[in-house]
Structures are given as C-alpha cells and as structure tokens.
C-alpha cells in the first residue's frame, strides 16, 4: 500500500501539476491577447495621430502664401504705425509746450480781466457824468430855446421899431428933398 498510496499521490501531483501548468498556460493566452490589443489600439492611435499631423502640415503647408502675404501686409502696416506713432510723438510734445504756455496767457487773461473790471468802474462812472452832462445840456438845450423865442421877441420888436421910425420918420423924409447938400 504504500507504493500504491504513492503513484497515486504521485499521479495526483502530476494531474494538479497538469492542472496548474494548464491554468498559467491560459493566462498567458489572455495577457498575450490583451498586450497584443494593446499594441493594436497603440499602433492605431499613433497612426491617427499621424495622420491628423499629415493634415496639419498639408493645411499648414497650404495657407502658408496666404500667411507670407498676412504678414508682410502687418509690416507694411508696423511701418506706417510706426510713422504715425512718431508724427503723433510729434504732435504731443508740440501740444505740450503750447500748454506750457497757457499759464501766462491765463495770467494774461486775469490781468485782462483785472483791467476790464476797472474799466467796467470806469465806465460806470463815465454813465453817471454823461447822465449829469445829459441833464446840463437839456437845460442849456431849454435855456437856448427861451434864448431863440427872446431874439425873435426882440426881432419881431425891432422890426415894430423900425416901422414906427419909418412911419415917425416919414414927414422929416420931406425936408430931405430940401437940403441943398445932396
């Protein structure tokens, strides 16, 4: 019994032996199959991306006259930006010192402003004595209307005068025409 008890136990060893050589041997079938997958997802994955940079440099390779032509436009474009840039640096610093200036115009201006206030007094005063000279001549403007009705009272009785000397005179007219001298 005890060299049966051990081919069988030796034969047990071997069919688990079988067993487990059998059962590793499937699982390297399967790591096999999902490594070989991998490869296969990986190689086409690498060749979509290949191919989406083919597309990329094709269509790069196409807008490329038209970035050339984009580009040169932008120069152009810098230059008169840079023209413009430097009239308008120009302009400014020009700007600057016709500011700079504006303080003694503005101190100009309030000396002005000073001068037509006084001048405003001035003014005002003149209203007041022309007010008063306005008066004056009215009264003189009065003074030589009474003056006028006086001459021509004076005229008119002068010439009432003249008539009655006339008339007064007219009878000693007579003793002219006797006068031996003329």
Do not use: C, W
Not at 126 to 137: A, D, L, P, Q, Y
Not at 176 to 181: A, E, I, K, T, V
């Amino acid at each position: 019994m005890n060299e049966l008890n051990r081919e069988e136990m030796l034969e047990q060893a071997i069919h688990k032996f079988q067993h487990i050589v059998q059962l590793q041997d499937n699982l390297q079938q399967k790591t096999a199959q999902r490594v070989t997958f991998l490869y296969r997802m990986f190689f086409i994955g690498f060749a979509v991306l290949v191919a989406s940079i083919s597309f990329l440099v094709i269509l790069l390779a196409m807008l490329m006259p038209q970035m050339t032509q984009a580009i040169t436009t932008m120069n152009d474009h810098f230059t008169s930006m840079t023209y413009n840039m430097e009239s308008m640096r120009s302009s400014m610093n020009s700007m600057h010192q016709n500011v700079s200036t504006m303080s003694s115009i503005i101190k100009n201006m309030d000396k002005m402003q000073v001068s037509m206030h006084s001048m405003s007094g001035d003014v005002g005063v003149m209203r007041e004595k022309m007010t008063h000279i306005n008066h004056n001549m009215s009264q003189m403007t009065n003074n030589m209307t009474d003056m006028t009705q006086s001459f021509v009272q004076v005229d008119n009785t002068v010439n009432r005068m003249r008539h009655d000397v006339n008339h007064m005179a007219s009878p000693m007219r007579m003793f002219n025409s006797f006068n031996p001298f003329q």
